[in-house]
């Protein structure tokens, strides 16, 4: 099993992000984290849709290795919940600042 960074996620990507735009560029501070969010969110629908095709495919009575299917059944269950808790912890972040007082 080998497990990859989503990709964009290297330590050059992430150093960019203070980096000025060049002429004629608008640059949000966001557009690293949308970015990096956004390939995140295609490895995870990538990891469910490969899951989705082994369990069609032992569905219908295809020759699957079984272990594969399972791991792969994980790996997309262990991506989903690594989603929901990223998001859990920027919604509570989110709310924290907000009811910071100025």
């Not at 964009?8 to 060049?22: E, K, V, W, Y």
């Not at 966001?30 to 969110?41: G, L, P, V």
């Not at 082994?54 to 994980?74: F, K, N, P, W």
């Amino acid at each position: 099993m080998q497990l990859t960074p989503p990709q964009g996620a290297t330590a050059a990507a992430l150093g960019s992000a203070g980096a000025l735009p060049s002429a004629g560029q608008t640059a949000s501070p966001f557009d690293d984290i949308i970015e990096i969010t956004s390939q995140a969110a295609g490895n995870v629908e990538a990891a469910m849709a490969n899951a989705d095709q082994y369990a069609t495919r032992l569905a219908v009575g295809e020759d699957v290795d079984i272990h594969s299917a399972i791991l792969a059944m994980e790996q997309a269950s262990i991506a989903v919940d690594m989603t929901l808790q990223i998001r859990n912890r920027a919604l509570e972040a989110y709310r924290e600042i907000i009811s910071m007082q100025v």
